[in-house]
């Protein structure tokens, strides 16, 4: 009898089945970080986010710049596609949330290519703002083996994103700890009374979060010089702003890439919470 009624409460009709709706002021522009790995399943890296915030009544957008180049050239692709955006479906500002490269190609665009107007905020989520040890570390290897491996990457950056020549090593160069703290963070100050928030990341070693076994080792060097971090980006590097809070998920997880079942709704709660964050607060 007990089993019978557990099964009928299951079945009950929820007057409101569906997600809640999540209406912000401004629609969302999300800008994805370096490379195309997430672009080789979906049509961009972070339009499953795009999708899930879409399902809450969002009004989101979630465009593809060239994966591999430095910061100067995929800014200016992201002011061209805002203001292509903006005009197209008249609207007067967006609010970016931008992952990973993405935070940093917008704080030049911010601070130097007059956008502000057109931006409502930016939220960026495991964004290297004092760069990463990862970046070093690509740079130390070989450079017979780095300059074959870039050949081979730019070579694919221009397939599949002909419209801008890629720079996989220029990129990289960029997102070094010594090039990030003593030249972009000097001469890319943030706007004054312009809203900046932040999310960062921690699994893997020091903390109680699984990893995919194939960037452990990443996770690990980046520990031993920076503290924990989602394998590419530390906790400490990714905080600039409002510092929102640290998220369990890796940084493939966090654009849905090799999510396990474990995983799908800590990915679910905090891109619904990047959207009730910005509602709440008025953007």
Same mark, same amino acid.
């Given at each position: 009898?007990?089993?019978?009624?557990?099964?009928?409460?299951?079945?009950?009709l929820?007057?409101?089945?569906?997600?809640?709706?999540?209406?912000?002021?401004?629609?969302?522009?999300?800008?994805?970080g370096?490379?195309?790995i997430?672009?080789?399943?979906?049509?961009?890296p972070?339009?499953?986010?795009?999708m899930?915030?879409?399902?809450?009544g969002?009004?989101?957008?979630?465009?593809?710049?060239?994966?591999y180049?430095p910061i100067?050239?995929?800014?200016?692709?992201?002011?061209r596609?805002?203001?292509?955006f903006?005009?197209?479906?008249?609207?007067?500002k967006v609010?970016? &949330?931008?992952? $990973?490269?993405?935070?940093?190609?917008?704080?030049?665009?911010?601070? #130097? =290519? @007059?956008?502000?107007?057109?931006?409502?905020?930016?939220?960026?989520?495991?964004?290297?703002?004092?760069?990463?040890?990862?970046?070093?570390?690509?740079?130390?290897?070989p450079?017979?083996?780095?300059?074959?491996?870039?050949d081979?990457?730019?070579?694919?950056?221009?397939?599949?994103?002909?419209?801008?020549?890629?720079?996989?090593?220029?990129?990289?160069?960029?997102?070094?700890?010594?090039?990030?703290?003593?030249?972009f963070?000097?001469?890319?100050?943030?706007?004054?009374?312009?809203?900046?928030?932040?999310?960062?990341?921690?699994?893997g070693?020091?903390?109680?979060?699984?990893?995919?076994?194939?960037?452990?080792?990443?996770?690990?060097?980046?520990?031993?010089?920076e503290? &924990?971090?989602? $394998?590419?980006?530390?906790v400490?590097?990714?905080?600039?702003?409002? #510092? =929102? @809070?640290?998220?369990?998920?890796?940084?493939?997880?966090?654009?849905?890439?090799?999510?396990?079942?474990?995983?799908?709704?800590?990915y679910?709660e905090?891109w619904?919470?990047?959207?009730?964050?910005?509602?709440?607060?008025?953007?």
């Amino acid at each position: 009898m007990a089993e019978t009624r557990a099964l009928l409460k299951r079945l009950q009709l929820k007057e409101f089945p569906q997600c809640d709706i999540i209406q912000t002021k401004y629609p969302v522009f999300l800008c994805h970080g370096f490379g195309a790995i997430g672009s080789l399943v979906k049509p961009s890296p972070l339009h499953d986010p795009c999708m899930l915030m879409r399902e809450h009544g969002t009004v989101a957008v979630a465009p593809n710049v060239v994966p591999y180049a430095p910061i100067e050239i995929r800014a200016k692709n992201w002011v061209r596609l805002i203001n292509t955006f903006c005009d197209t479906y008249r609207f007067e500002k967006v609010n970016v &949330v931008a992952h $990973s490269m993405g935070g940093l190609d917008m704080r030049h665009a911010l601070s #130097h =290519l @007059g956008i502000a107007n057109k931006v409502a905020s930016l939220t960026t989520v495991a964004t290297p703002h004092h760069g990463t040890f990862l970046a070093d570390l690509i740079l130390k290897t070989p450079e017979i083996i780095t300059e074959k491996l870039s050949d081979i990457v730019d070579w694919f950056g221009d397939s599949v994103y002909p419209r801008e020549k890629s720079e996989v090593l220029s990129s990289v160069e960029q997102l070094c700890r010594g090039y990030i703290q003593n030249e972009f963070n000097i001469n890319t100050p943030n706007l004054e009374g312009f809203p900046y928030f932040s999310y960062s990341a921690a699994v893997g070693k020091g903390t109680a979060y699984s990893l995919n076994p194939v960037f452990l080792f990443q996770n690990v060097q980046i520990y031993g010089q920076e503290g &924990v971090n989602d $394998s590419f980006v530390s906790v400490e590097s990714a905080k600039w702003g409002e #510092h =929102l @809070g640290t998220i369990p998920l890796s940084h493939m997880n966090q654009i849905n890439v090799q999510v396990s079942k474990e995983n799908k709704p800590r990915y679910y709660e905090f891109w619904t919470g990047v959207i009730k964050g910005l509602k709440n607060g008025g953007f």
